[in-house]
């Protein structure tokens, strides 16, 4: 919880929460008053404890980065920019699948194949990978 709680102000007013299920509930009725129902979020502590480290192309080139195209909670763009900032230091492999799992989840081989390399020798692609669906 503690990467969620800390990305966001969440309030720790608990009619908030009641009137968001309400409102949700009738625009989404499949999912909405699930997603916006009250969280551990609105009691943690609103300060983070340490200062968010500077994600930059500074440090070993030993990182691999794995994401799905249509990934509902961590988006591309997002991925994206995660990457540019790592510079040399990172490879991206970018799976055309969607859901929040990618490795050995959803049997994209050219991802899984490309994943399992590297943590069993350390080997990254020589450059970023899109892998196709499967």
Known sequence: MHVICNDSDWPADVSVYARNVEQDRKAYPKFGAAGSDITPCAFWPSK???????????????????????????????????????GDRARMVTADQGGHLAYL?????????????????????D????????
């Open 48 to 86: 983070p404890t340490e200062k968010p480290v500077k994600i930059t192309d500074s440090g070993p080139s030993n990182i691999l980065l794995l994401q799905n195209r249509r990934d509902p909670a961590t988006p591309l763009h997002s991925a994206r920019e995660t990457r540019t900032a790592l």
């Open 105 to 125: 989840f959803l049997d994209n081989k050219c991802a899984n194949d490309i994943v399992t390399s590297y943590l069993v020798s350390g080997e990254r692609p």
């Open 127 to 134: 450059k970023d990978t899109d892998c196709p669906a499967s």
